[in-house]
């Protein structure tokens, strides 16, 4: 008896069949695929699925890029063209596990990604981390949070999704570690420093945060922090800021800045736990190389100068 999923003899239209692939499809899938999706929906969602050309999905693509916002550190639509080109082929992956085409007649299989230019992103220096510091530090209507906010970015070198997934149960004072959900539903305890800690848990219970599922992070007025926060704080950096405006500086620098910092004094293996990073890029040596937890806080506790009660001594890495 075969396993390959049943062909249905009537195939739904683009659009009869969204609903499903919306259902099916995960948080970060949704975030991320849905406008394209929809846009889709838009320009041929009356033709059947396997009537849909490579053509139609080049055409959605090139619709894509021309319309993208124009931003500051903005690759000509290149990155959303080949978010579209990522969308549809997720979405025809789907209609190929349900019996209604073969997954080798997705037409955006046979669209290629655009090549990705290099990331204009690095890690900033001493002094312009300084500089960023100070402008948070400075202005703004609530500094206490947009500080923890930095600080938090700095030490950990978590992604936007992560600092805003927090909940109070995420936060393990014992052992001075955050619980962080990010990209791919990945989980991982990243350590932080005992002043952050108690900064981080003074913040949560003072402004509202009692059940083990309410969020870490909040607004003054005790609503949950929301992405609208890092536009505002890193619109502020980049007016006051004219090179961090010139080259979109956003949290994802502090990312670089900090992964960068850690590899170049403990190593690839430490700086990719540190990052949470968990593909399999690399070949299989990454399963030989891969650093303890005590190696992370290690080199947290030299970043952030303050003892950490997971970090190993330097003798015991030797």
Known sequence: MSDEPTKIEIVPTLAQYLPRVLRAATPGQLDAYKPYWLRAEEMFGEHKLDEVWPSDILALQNEVVRTACPRRNGRGGRYAGETCIRAMRCFYRLAALDGLIRQEHNPALRVP??????????????????DIQNVVATTGNDVPLDTKLVRLHIETACRRSGALGLRLSDLDTNSCAVRLHEKFGTVRWQPISPTLT?????????RGAHRPTDA???YADHRPLTERRYDRLWGRVQRA??????????????????????????GYAVARAYAGHTDAKGGSTLTYIRALPGEVATALSELTGEAHPLALDRTSMS
Do not use: D, K, N, Q
């Not at 004219?242 to 992964?259: D, E, F, N």
């Open 113 to 130: 990604l655009p090549r990705r230019l290099p990331s204009p992103r690095r890690g900033l220096t001493i002094r312009e981390l300084v």
């Open 198 to 206: 108690a900064a981080l848990h003074e913040h949560a219970v003072s």
């Open 216 to 218: 870490l992070l909040r």
């Open 241 to 266: 800021l004219p090179w961090a405006g010139h080259y979109g500086v956003t949290a994802h620098w502090l990312r670089h800045t900090t992964l960068t910092w850690v590899e170049r004094r403990y």
